[in-house]
């Protein structure tokens, strides 16, 4: 069984910063794949990105690619979202999630929330305009 504790959301300003942590008990966490989602009011859980292993094996959604960076350190079981140019839209609360790599999943797969089986609460960020 792993938990996932996620910290340092807040509140912050649009063009704003923050980085987002993720960190991992229960398992070895170099086993698993770490994904980010977000989910904002009224709206569905959205895929933010996912890193498989090494920042070559890292992808984003559309929305936050070159905004978002996703990497890990794996010796301190954790799993870091590092956020920069925040927009009004980027409020949400954001979940981090791991499932244990599948070595023939593709970049979809991965994207789809179902089939991550461990989660965090969340962090809740607001980014004001």
């Known amino acids: 069984q792993v938990q996932l504790v996620e910290s340092g959301g807040g509140l912050v300003q649009t063009g704003g910063s923050l980085t987002l942590s993720c960190v991992a008990s229960?398992?070895?966490?170099?086993?698993?794949?770490l994904g980010w989602f977000r989910q904002a009011p009224g709206k569905e859980r959205e895929f933010v990105g996912a890193?498989?292993?090494?920042?070559?094996?890292?992808y984003y959604a559309d929305s936050v690619k070159g905004r978002f960076t996703i990497s890990r350190d794996n010796s301190k079981s954790t799993g870091y979202l590092q956020m920069s140019s925040l927009k009004p839209e980027d409020t949400a609360v954001y979940y981090c999630?791991?499932?244990?790599?599948?070595?023939?999943?593709?970049?979809?797969?991965?994207?789809?929330?179902?089939?991550?089986?461990?989660w965090g609460r969340g962090t809740p960020v607001t980014v004001s305009s």
């Open positions: 229960g398992g070895t966490f170099s086993w698993y794949v």
């Open positions: 999630a791991v499932v244990l790599r599948q070595p023939d999943w593709t970049h979809s797969d991965y994207e789809e929330s179902h089939r991550y089986n461990y």
């Open positions: 890193n498989t292993w090494s920042a070559g094996s890292t």
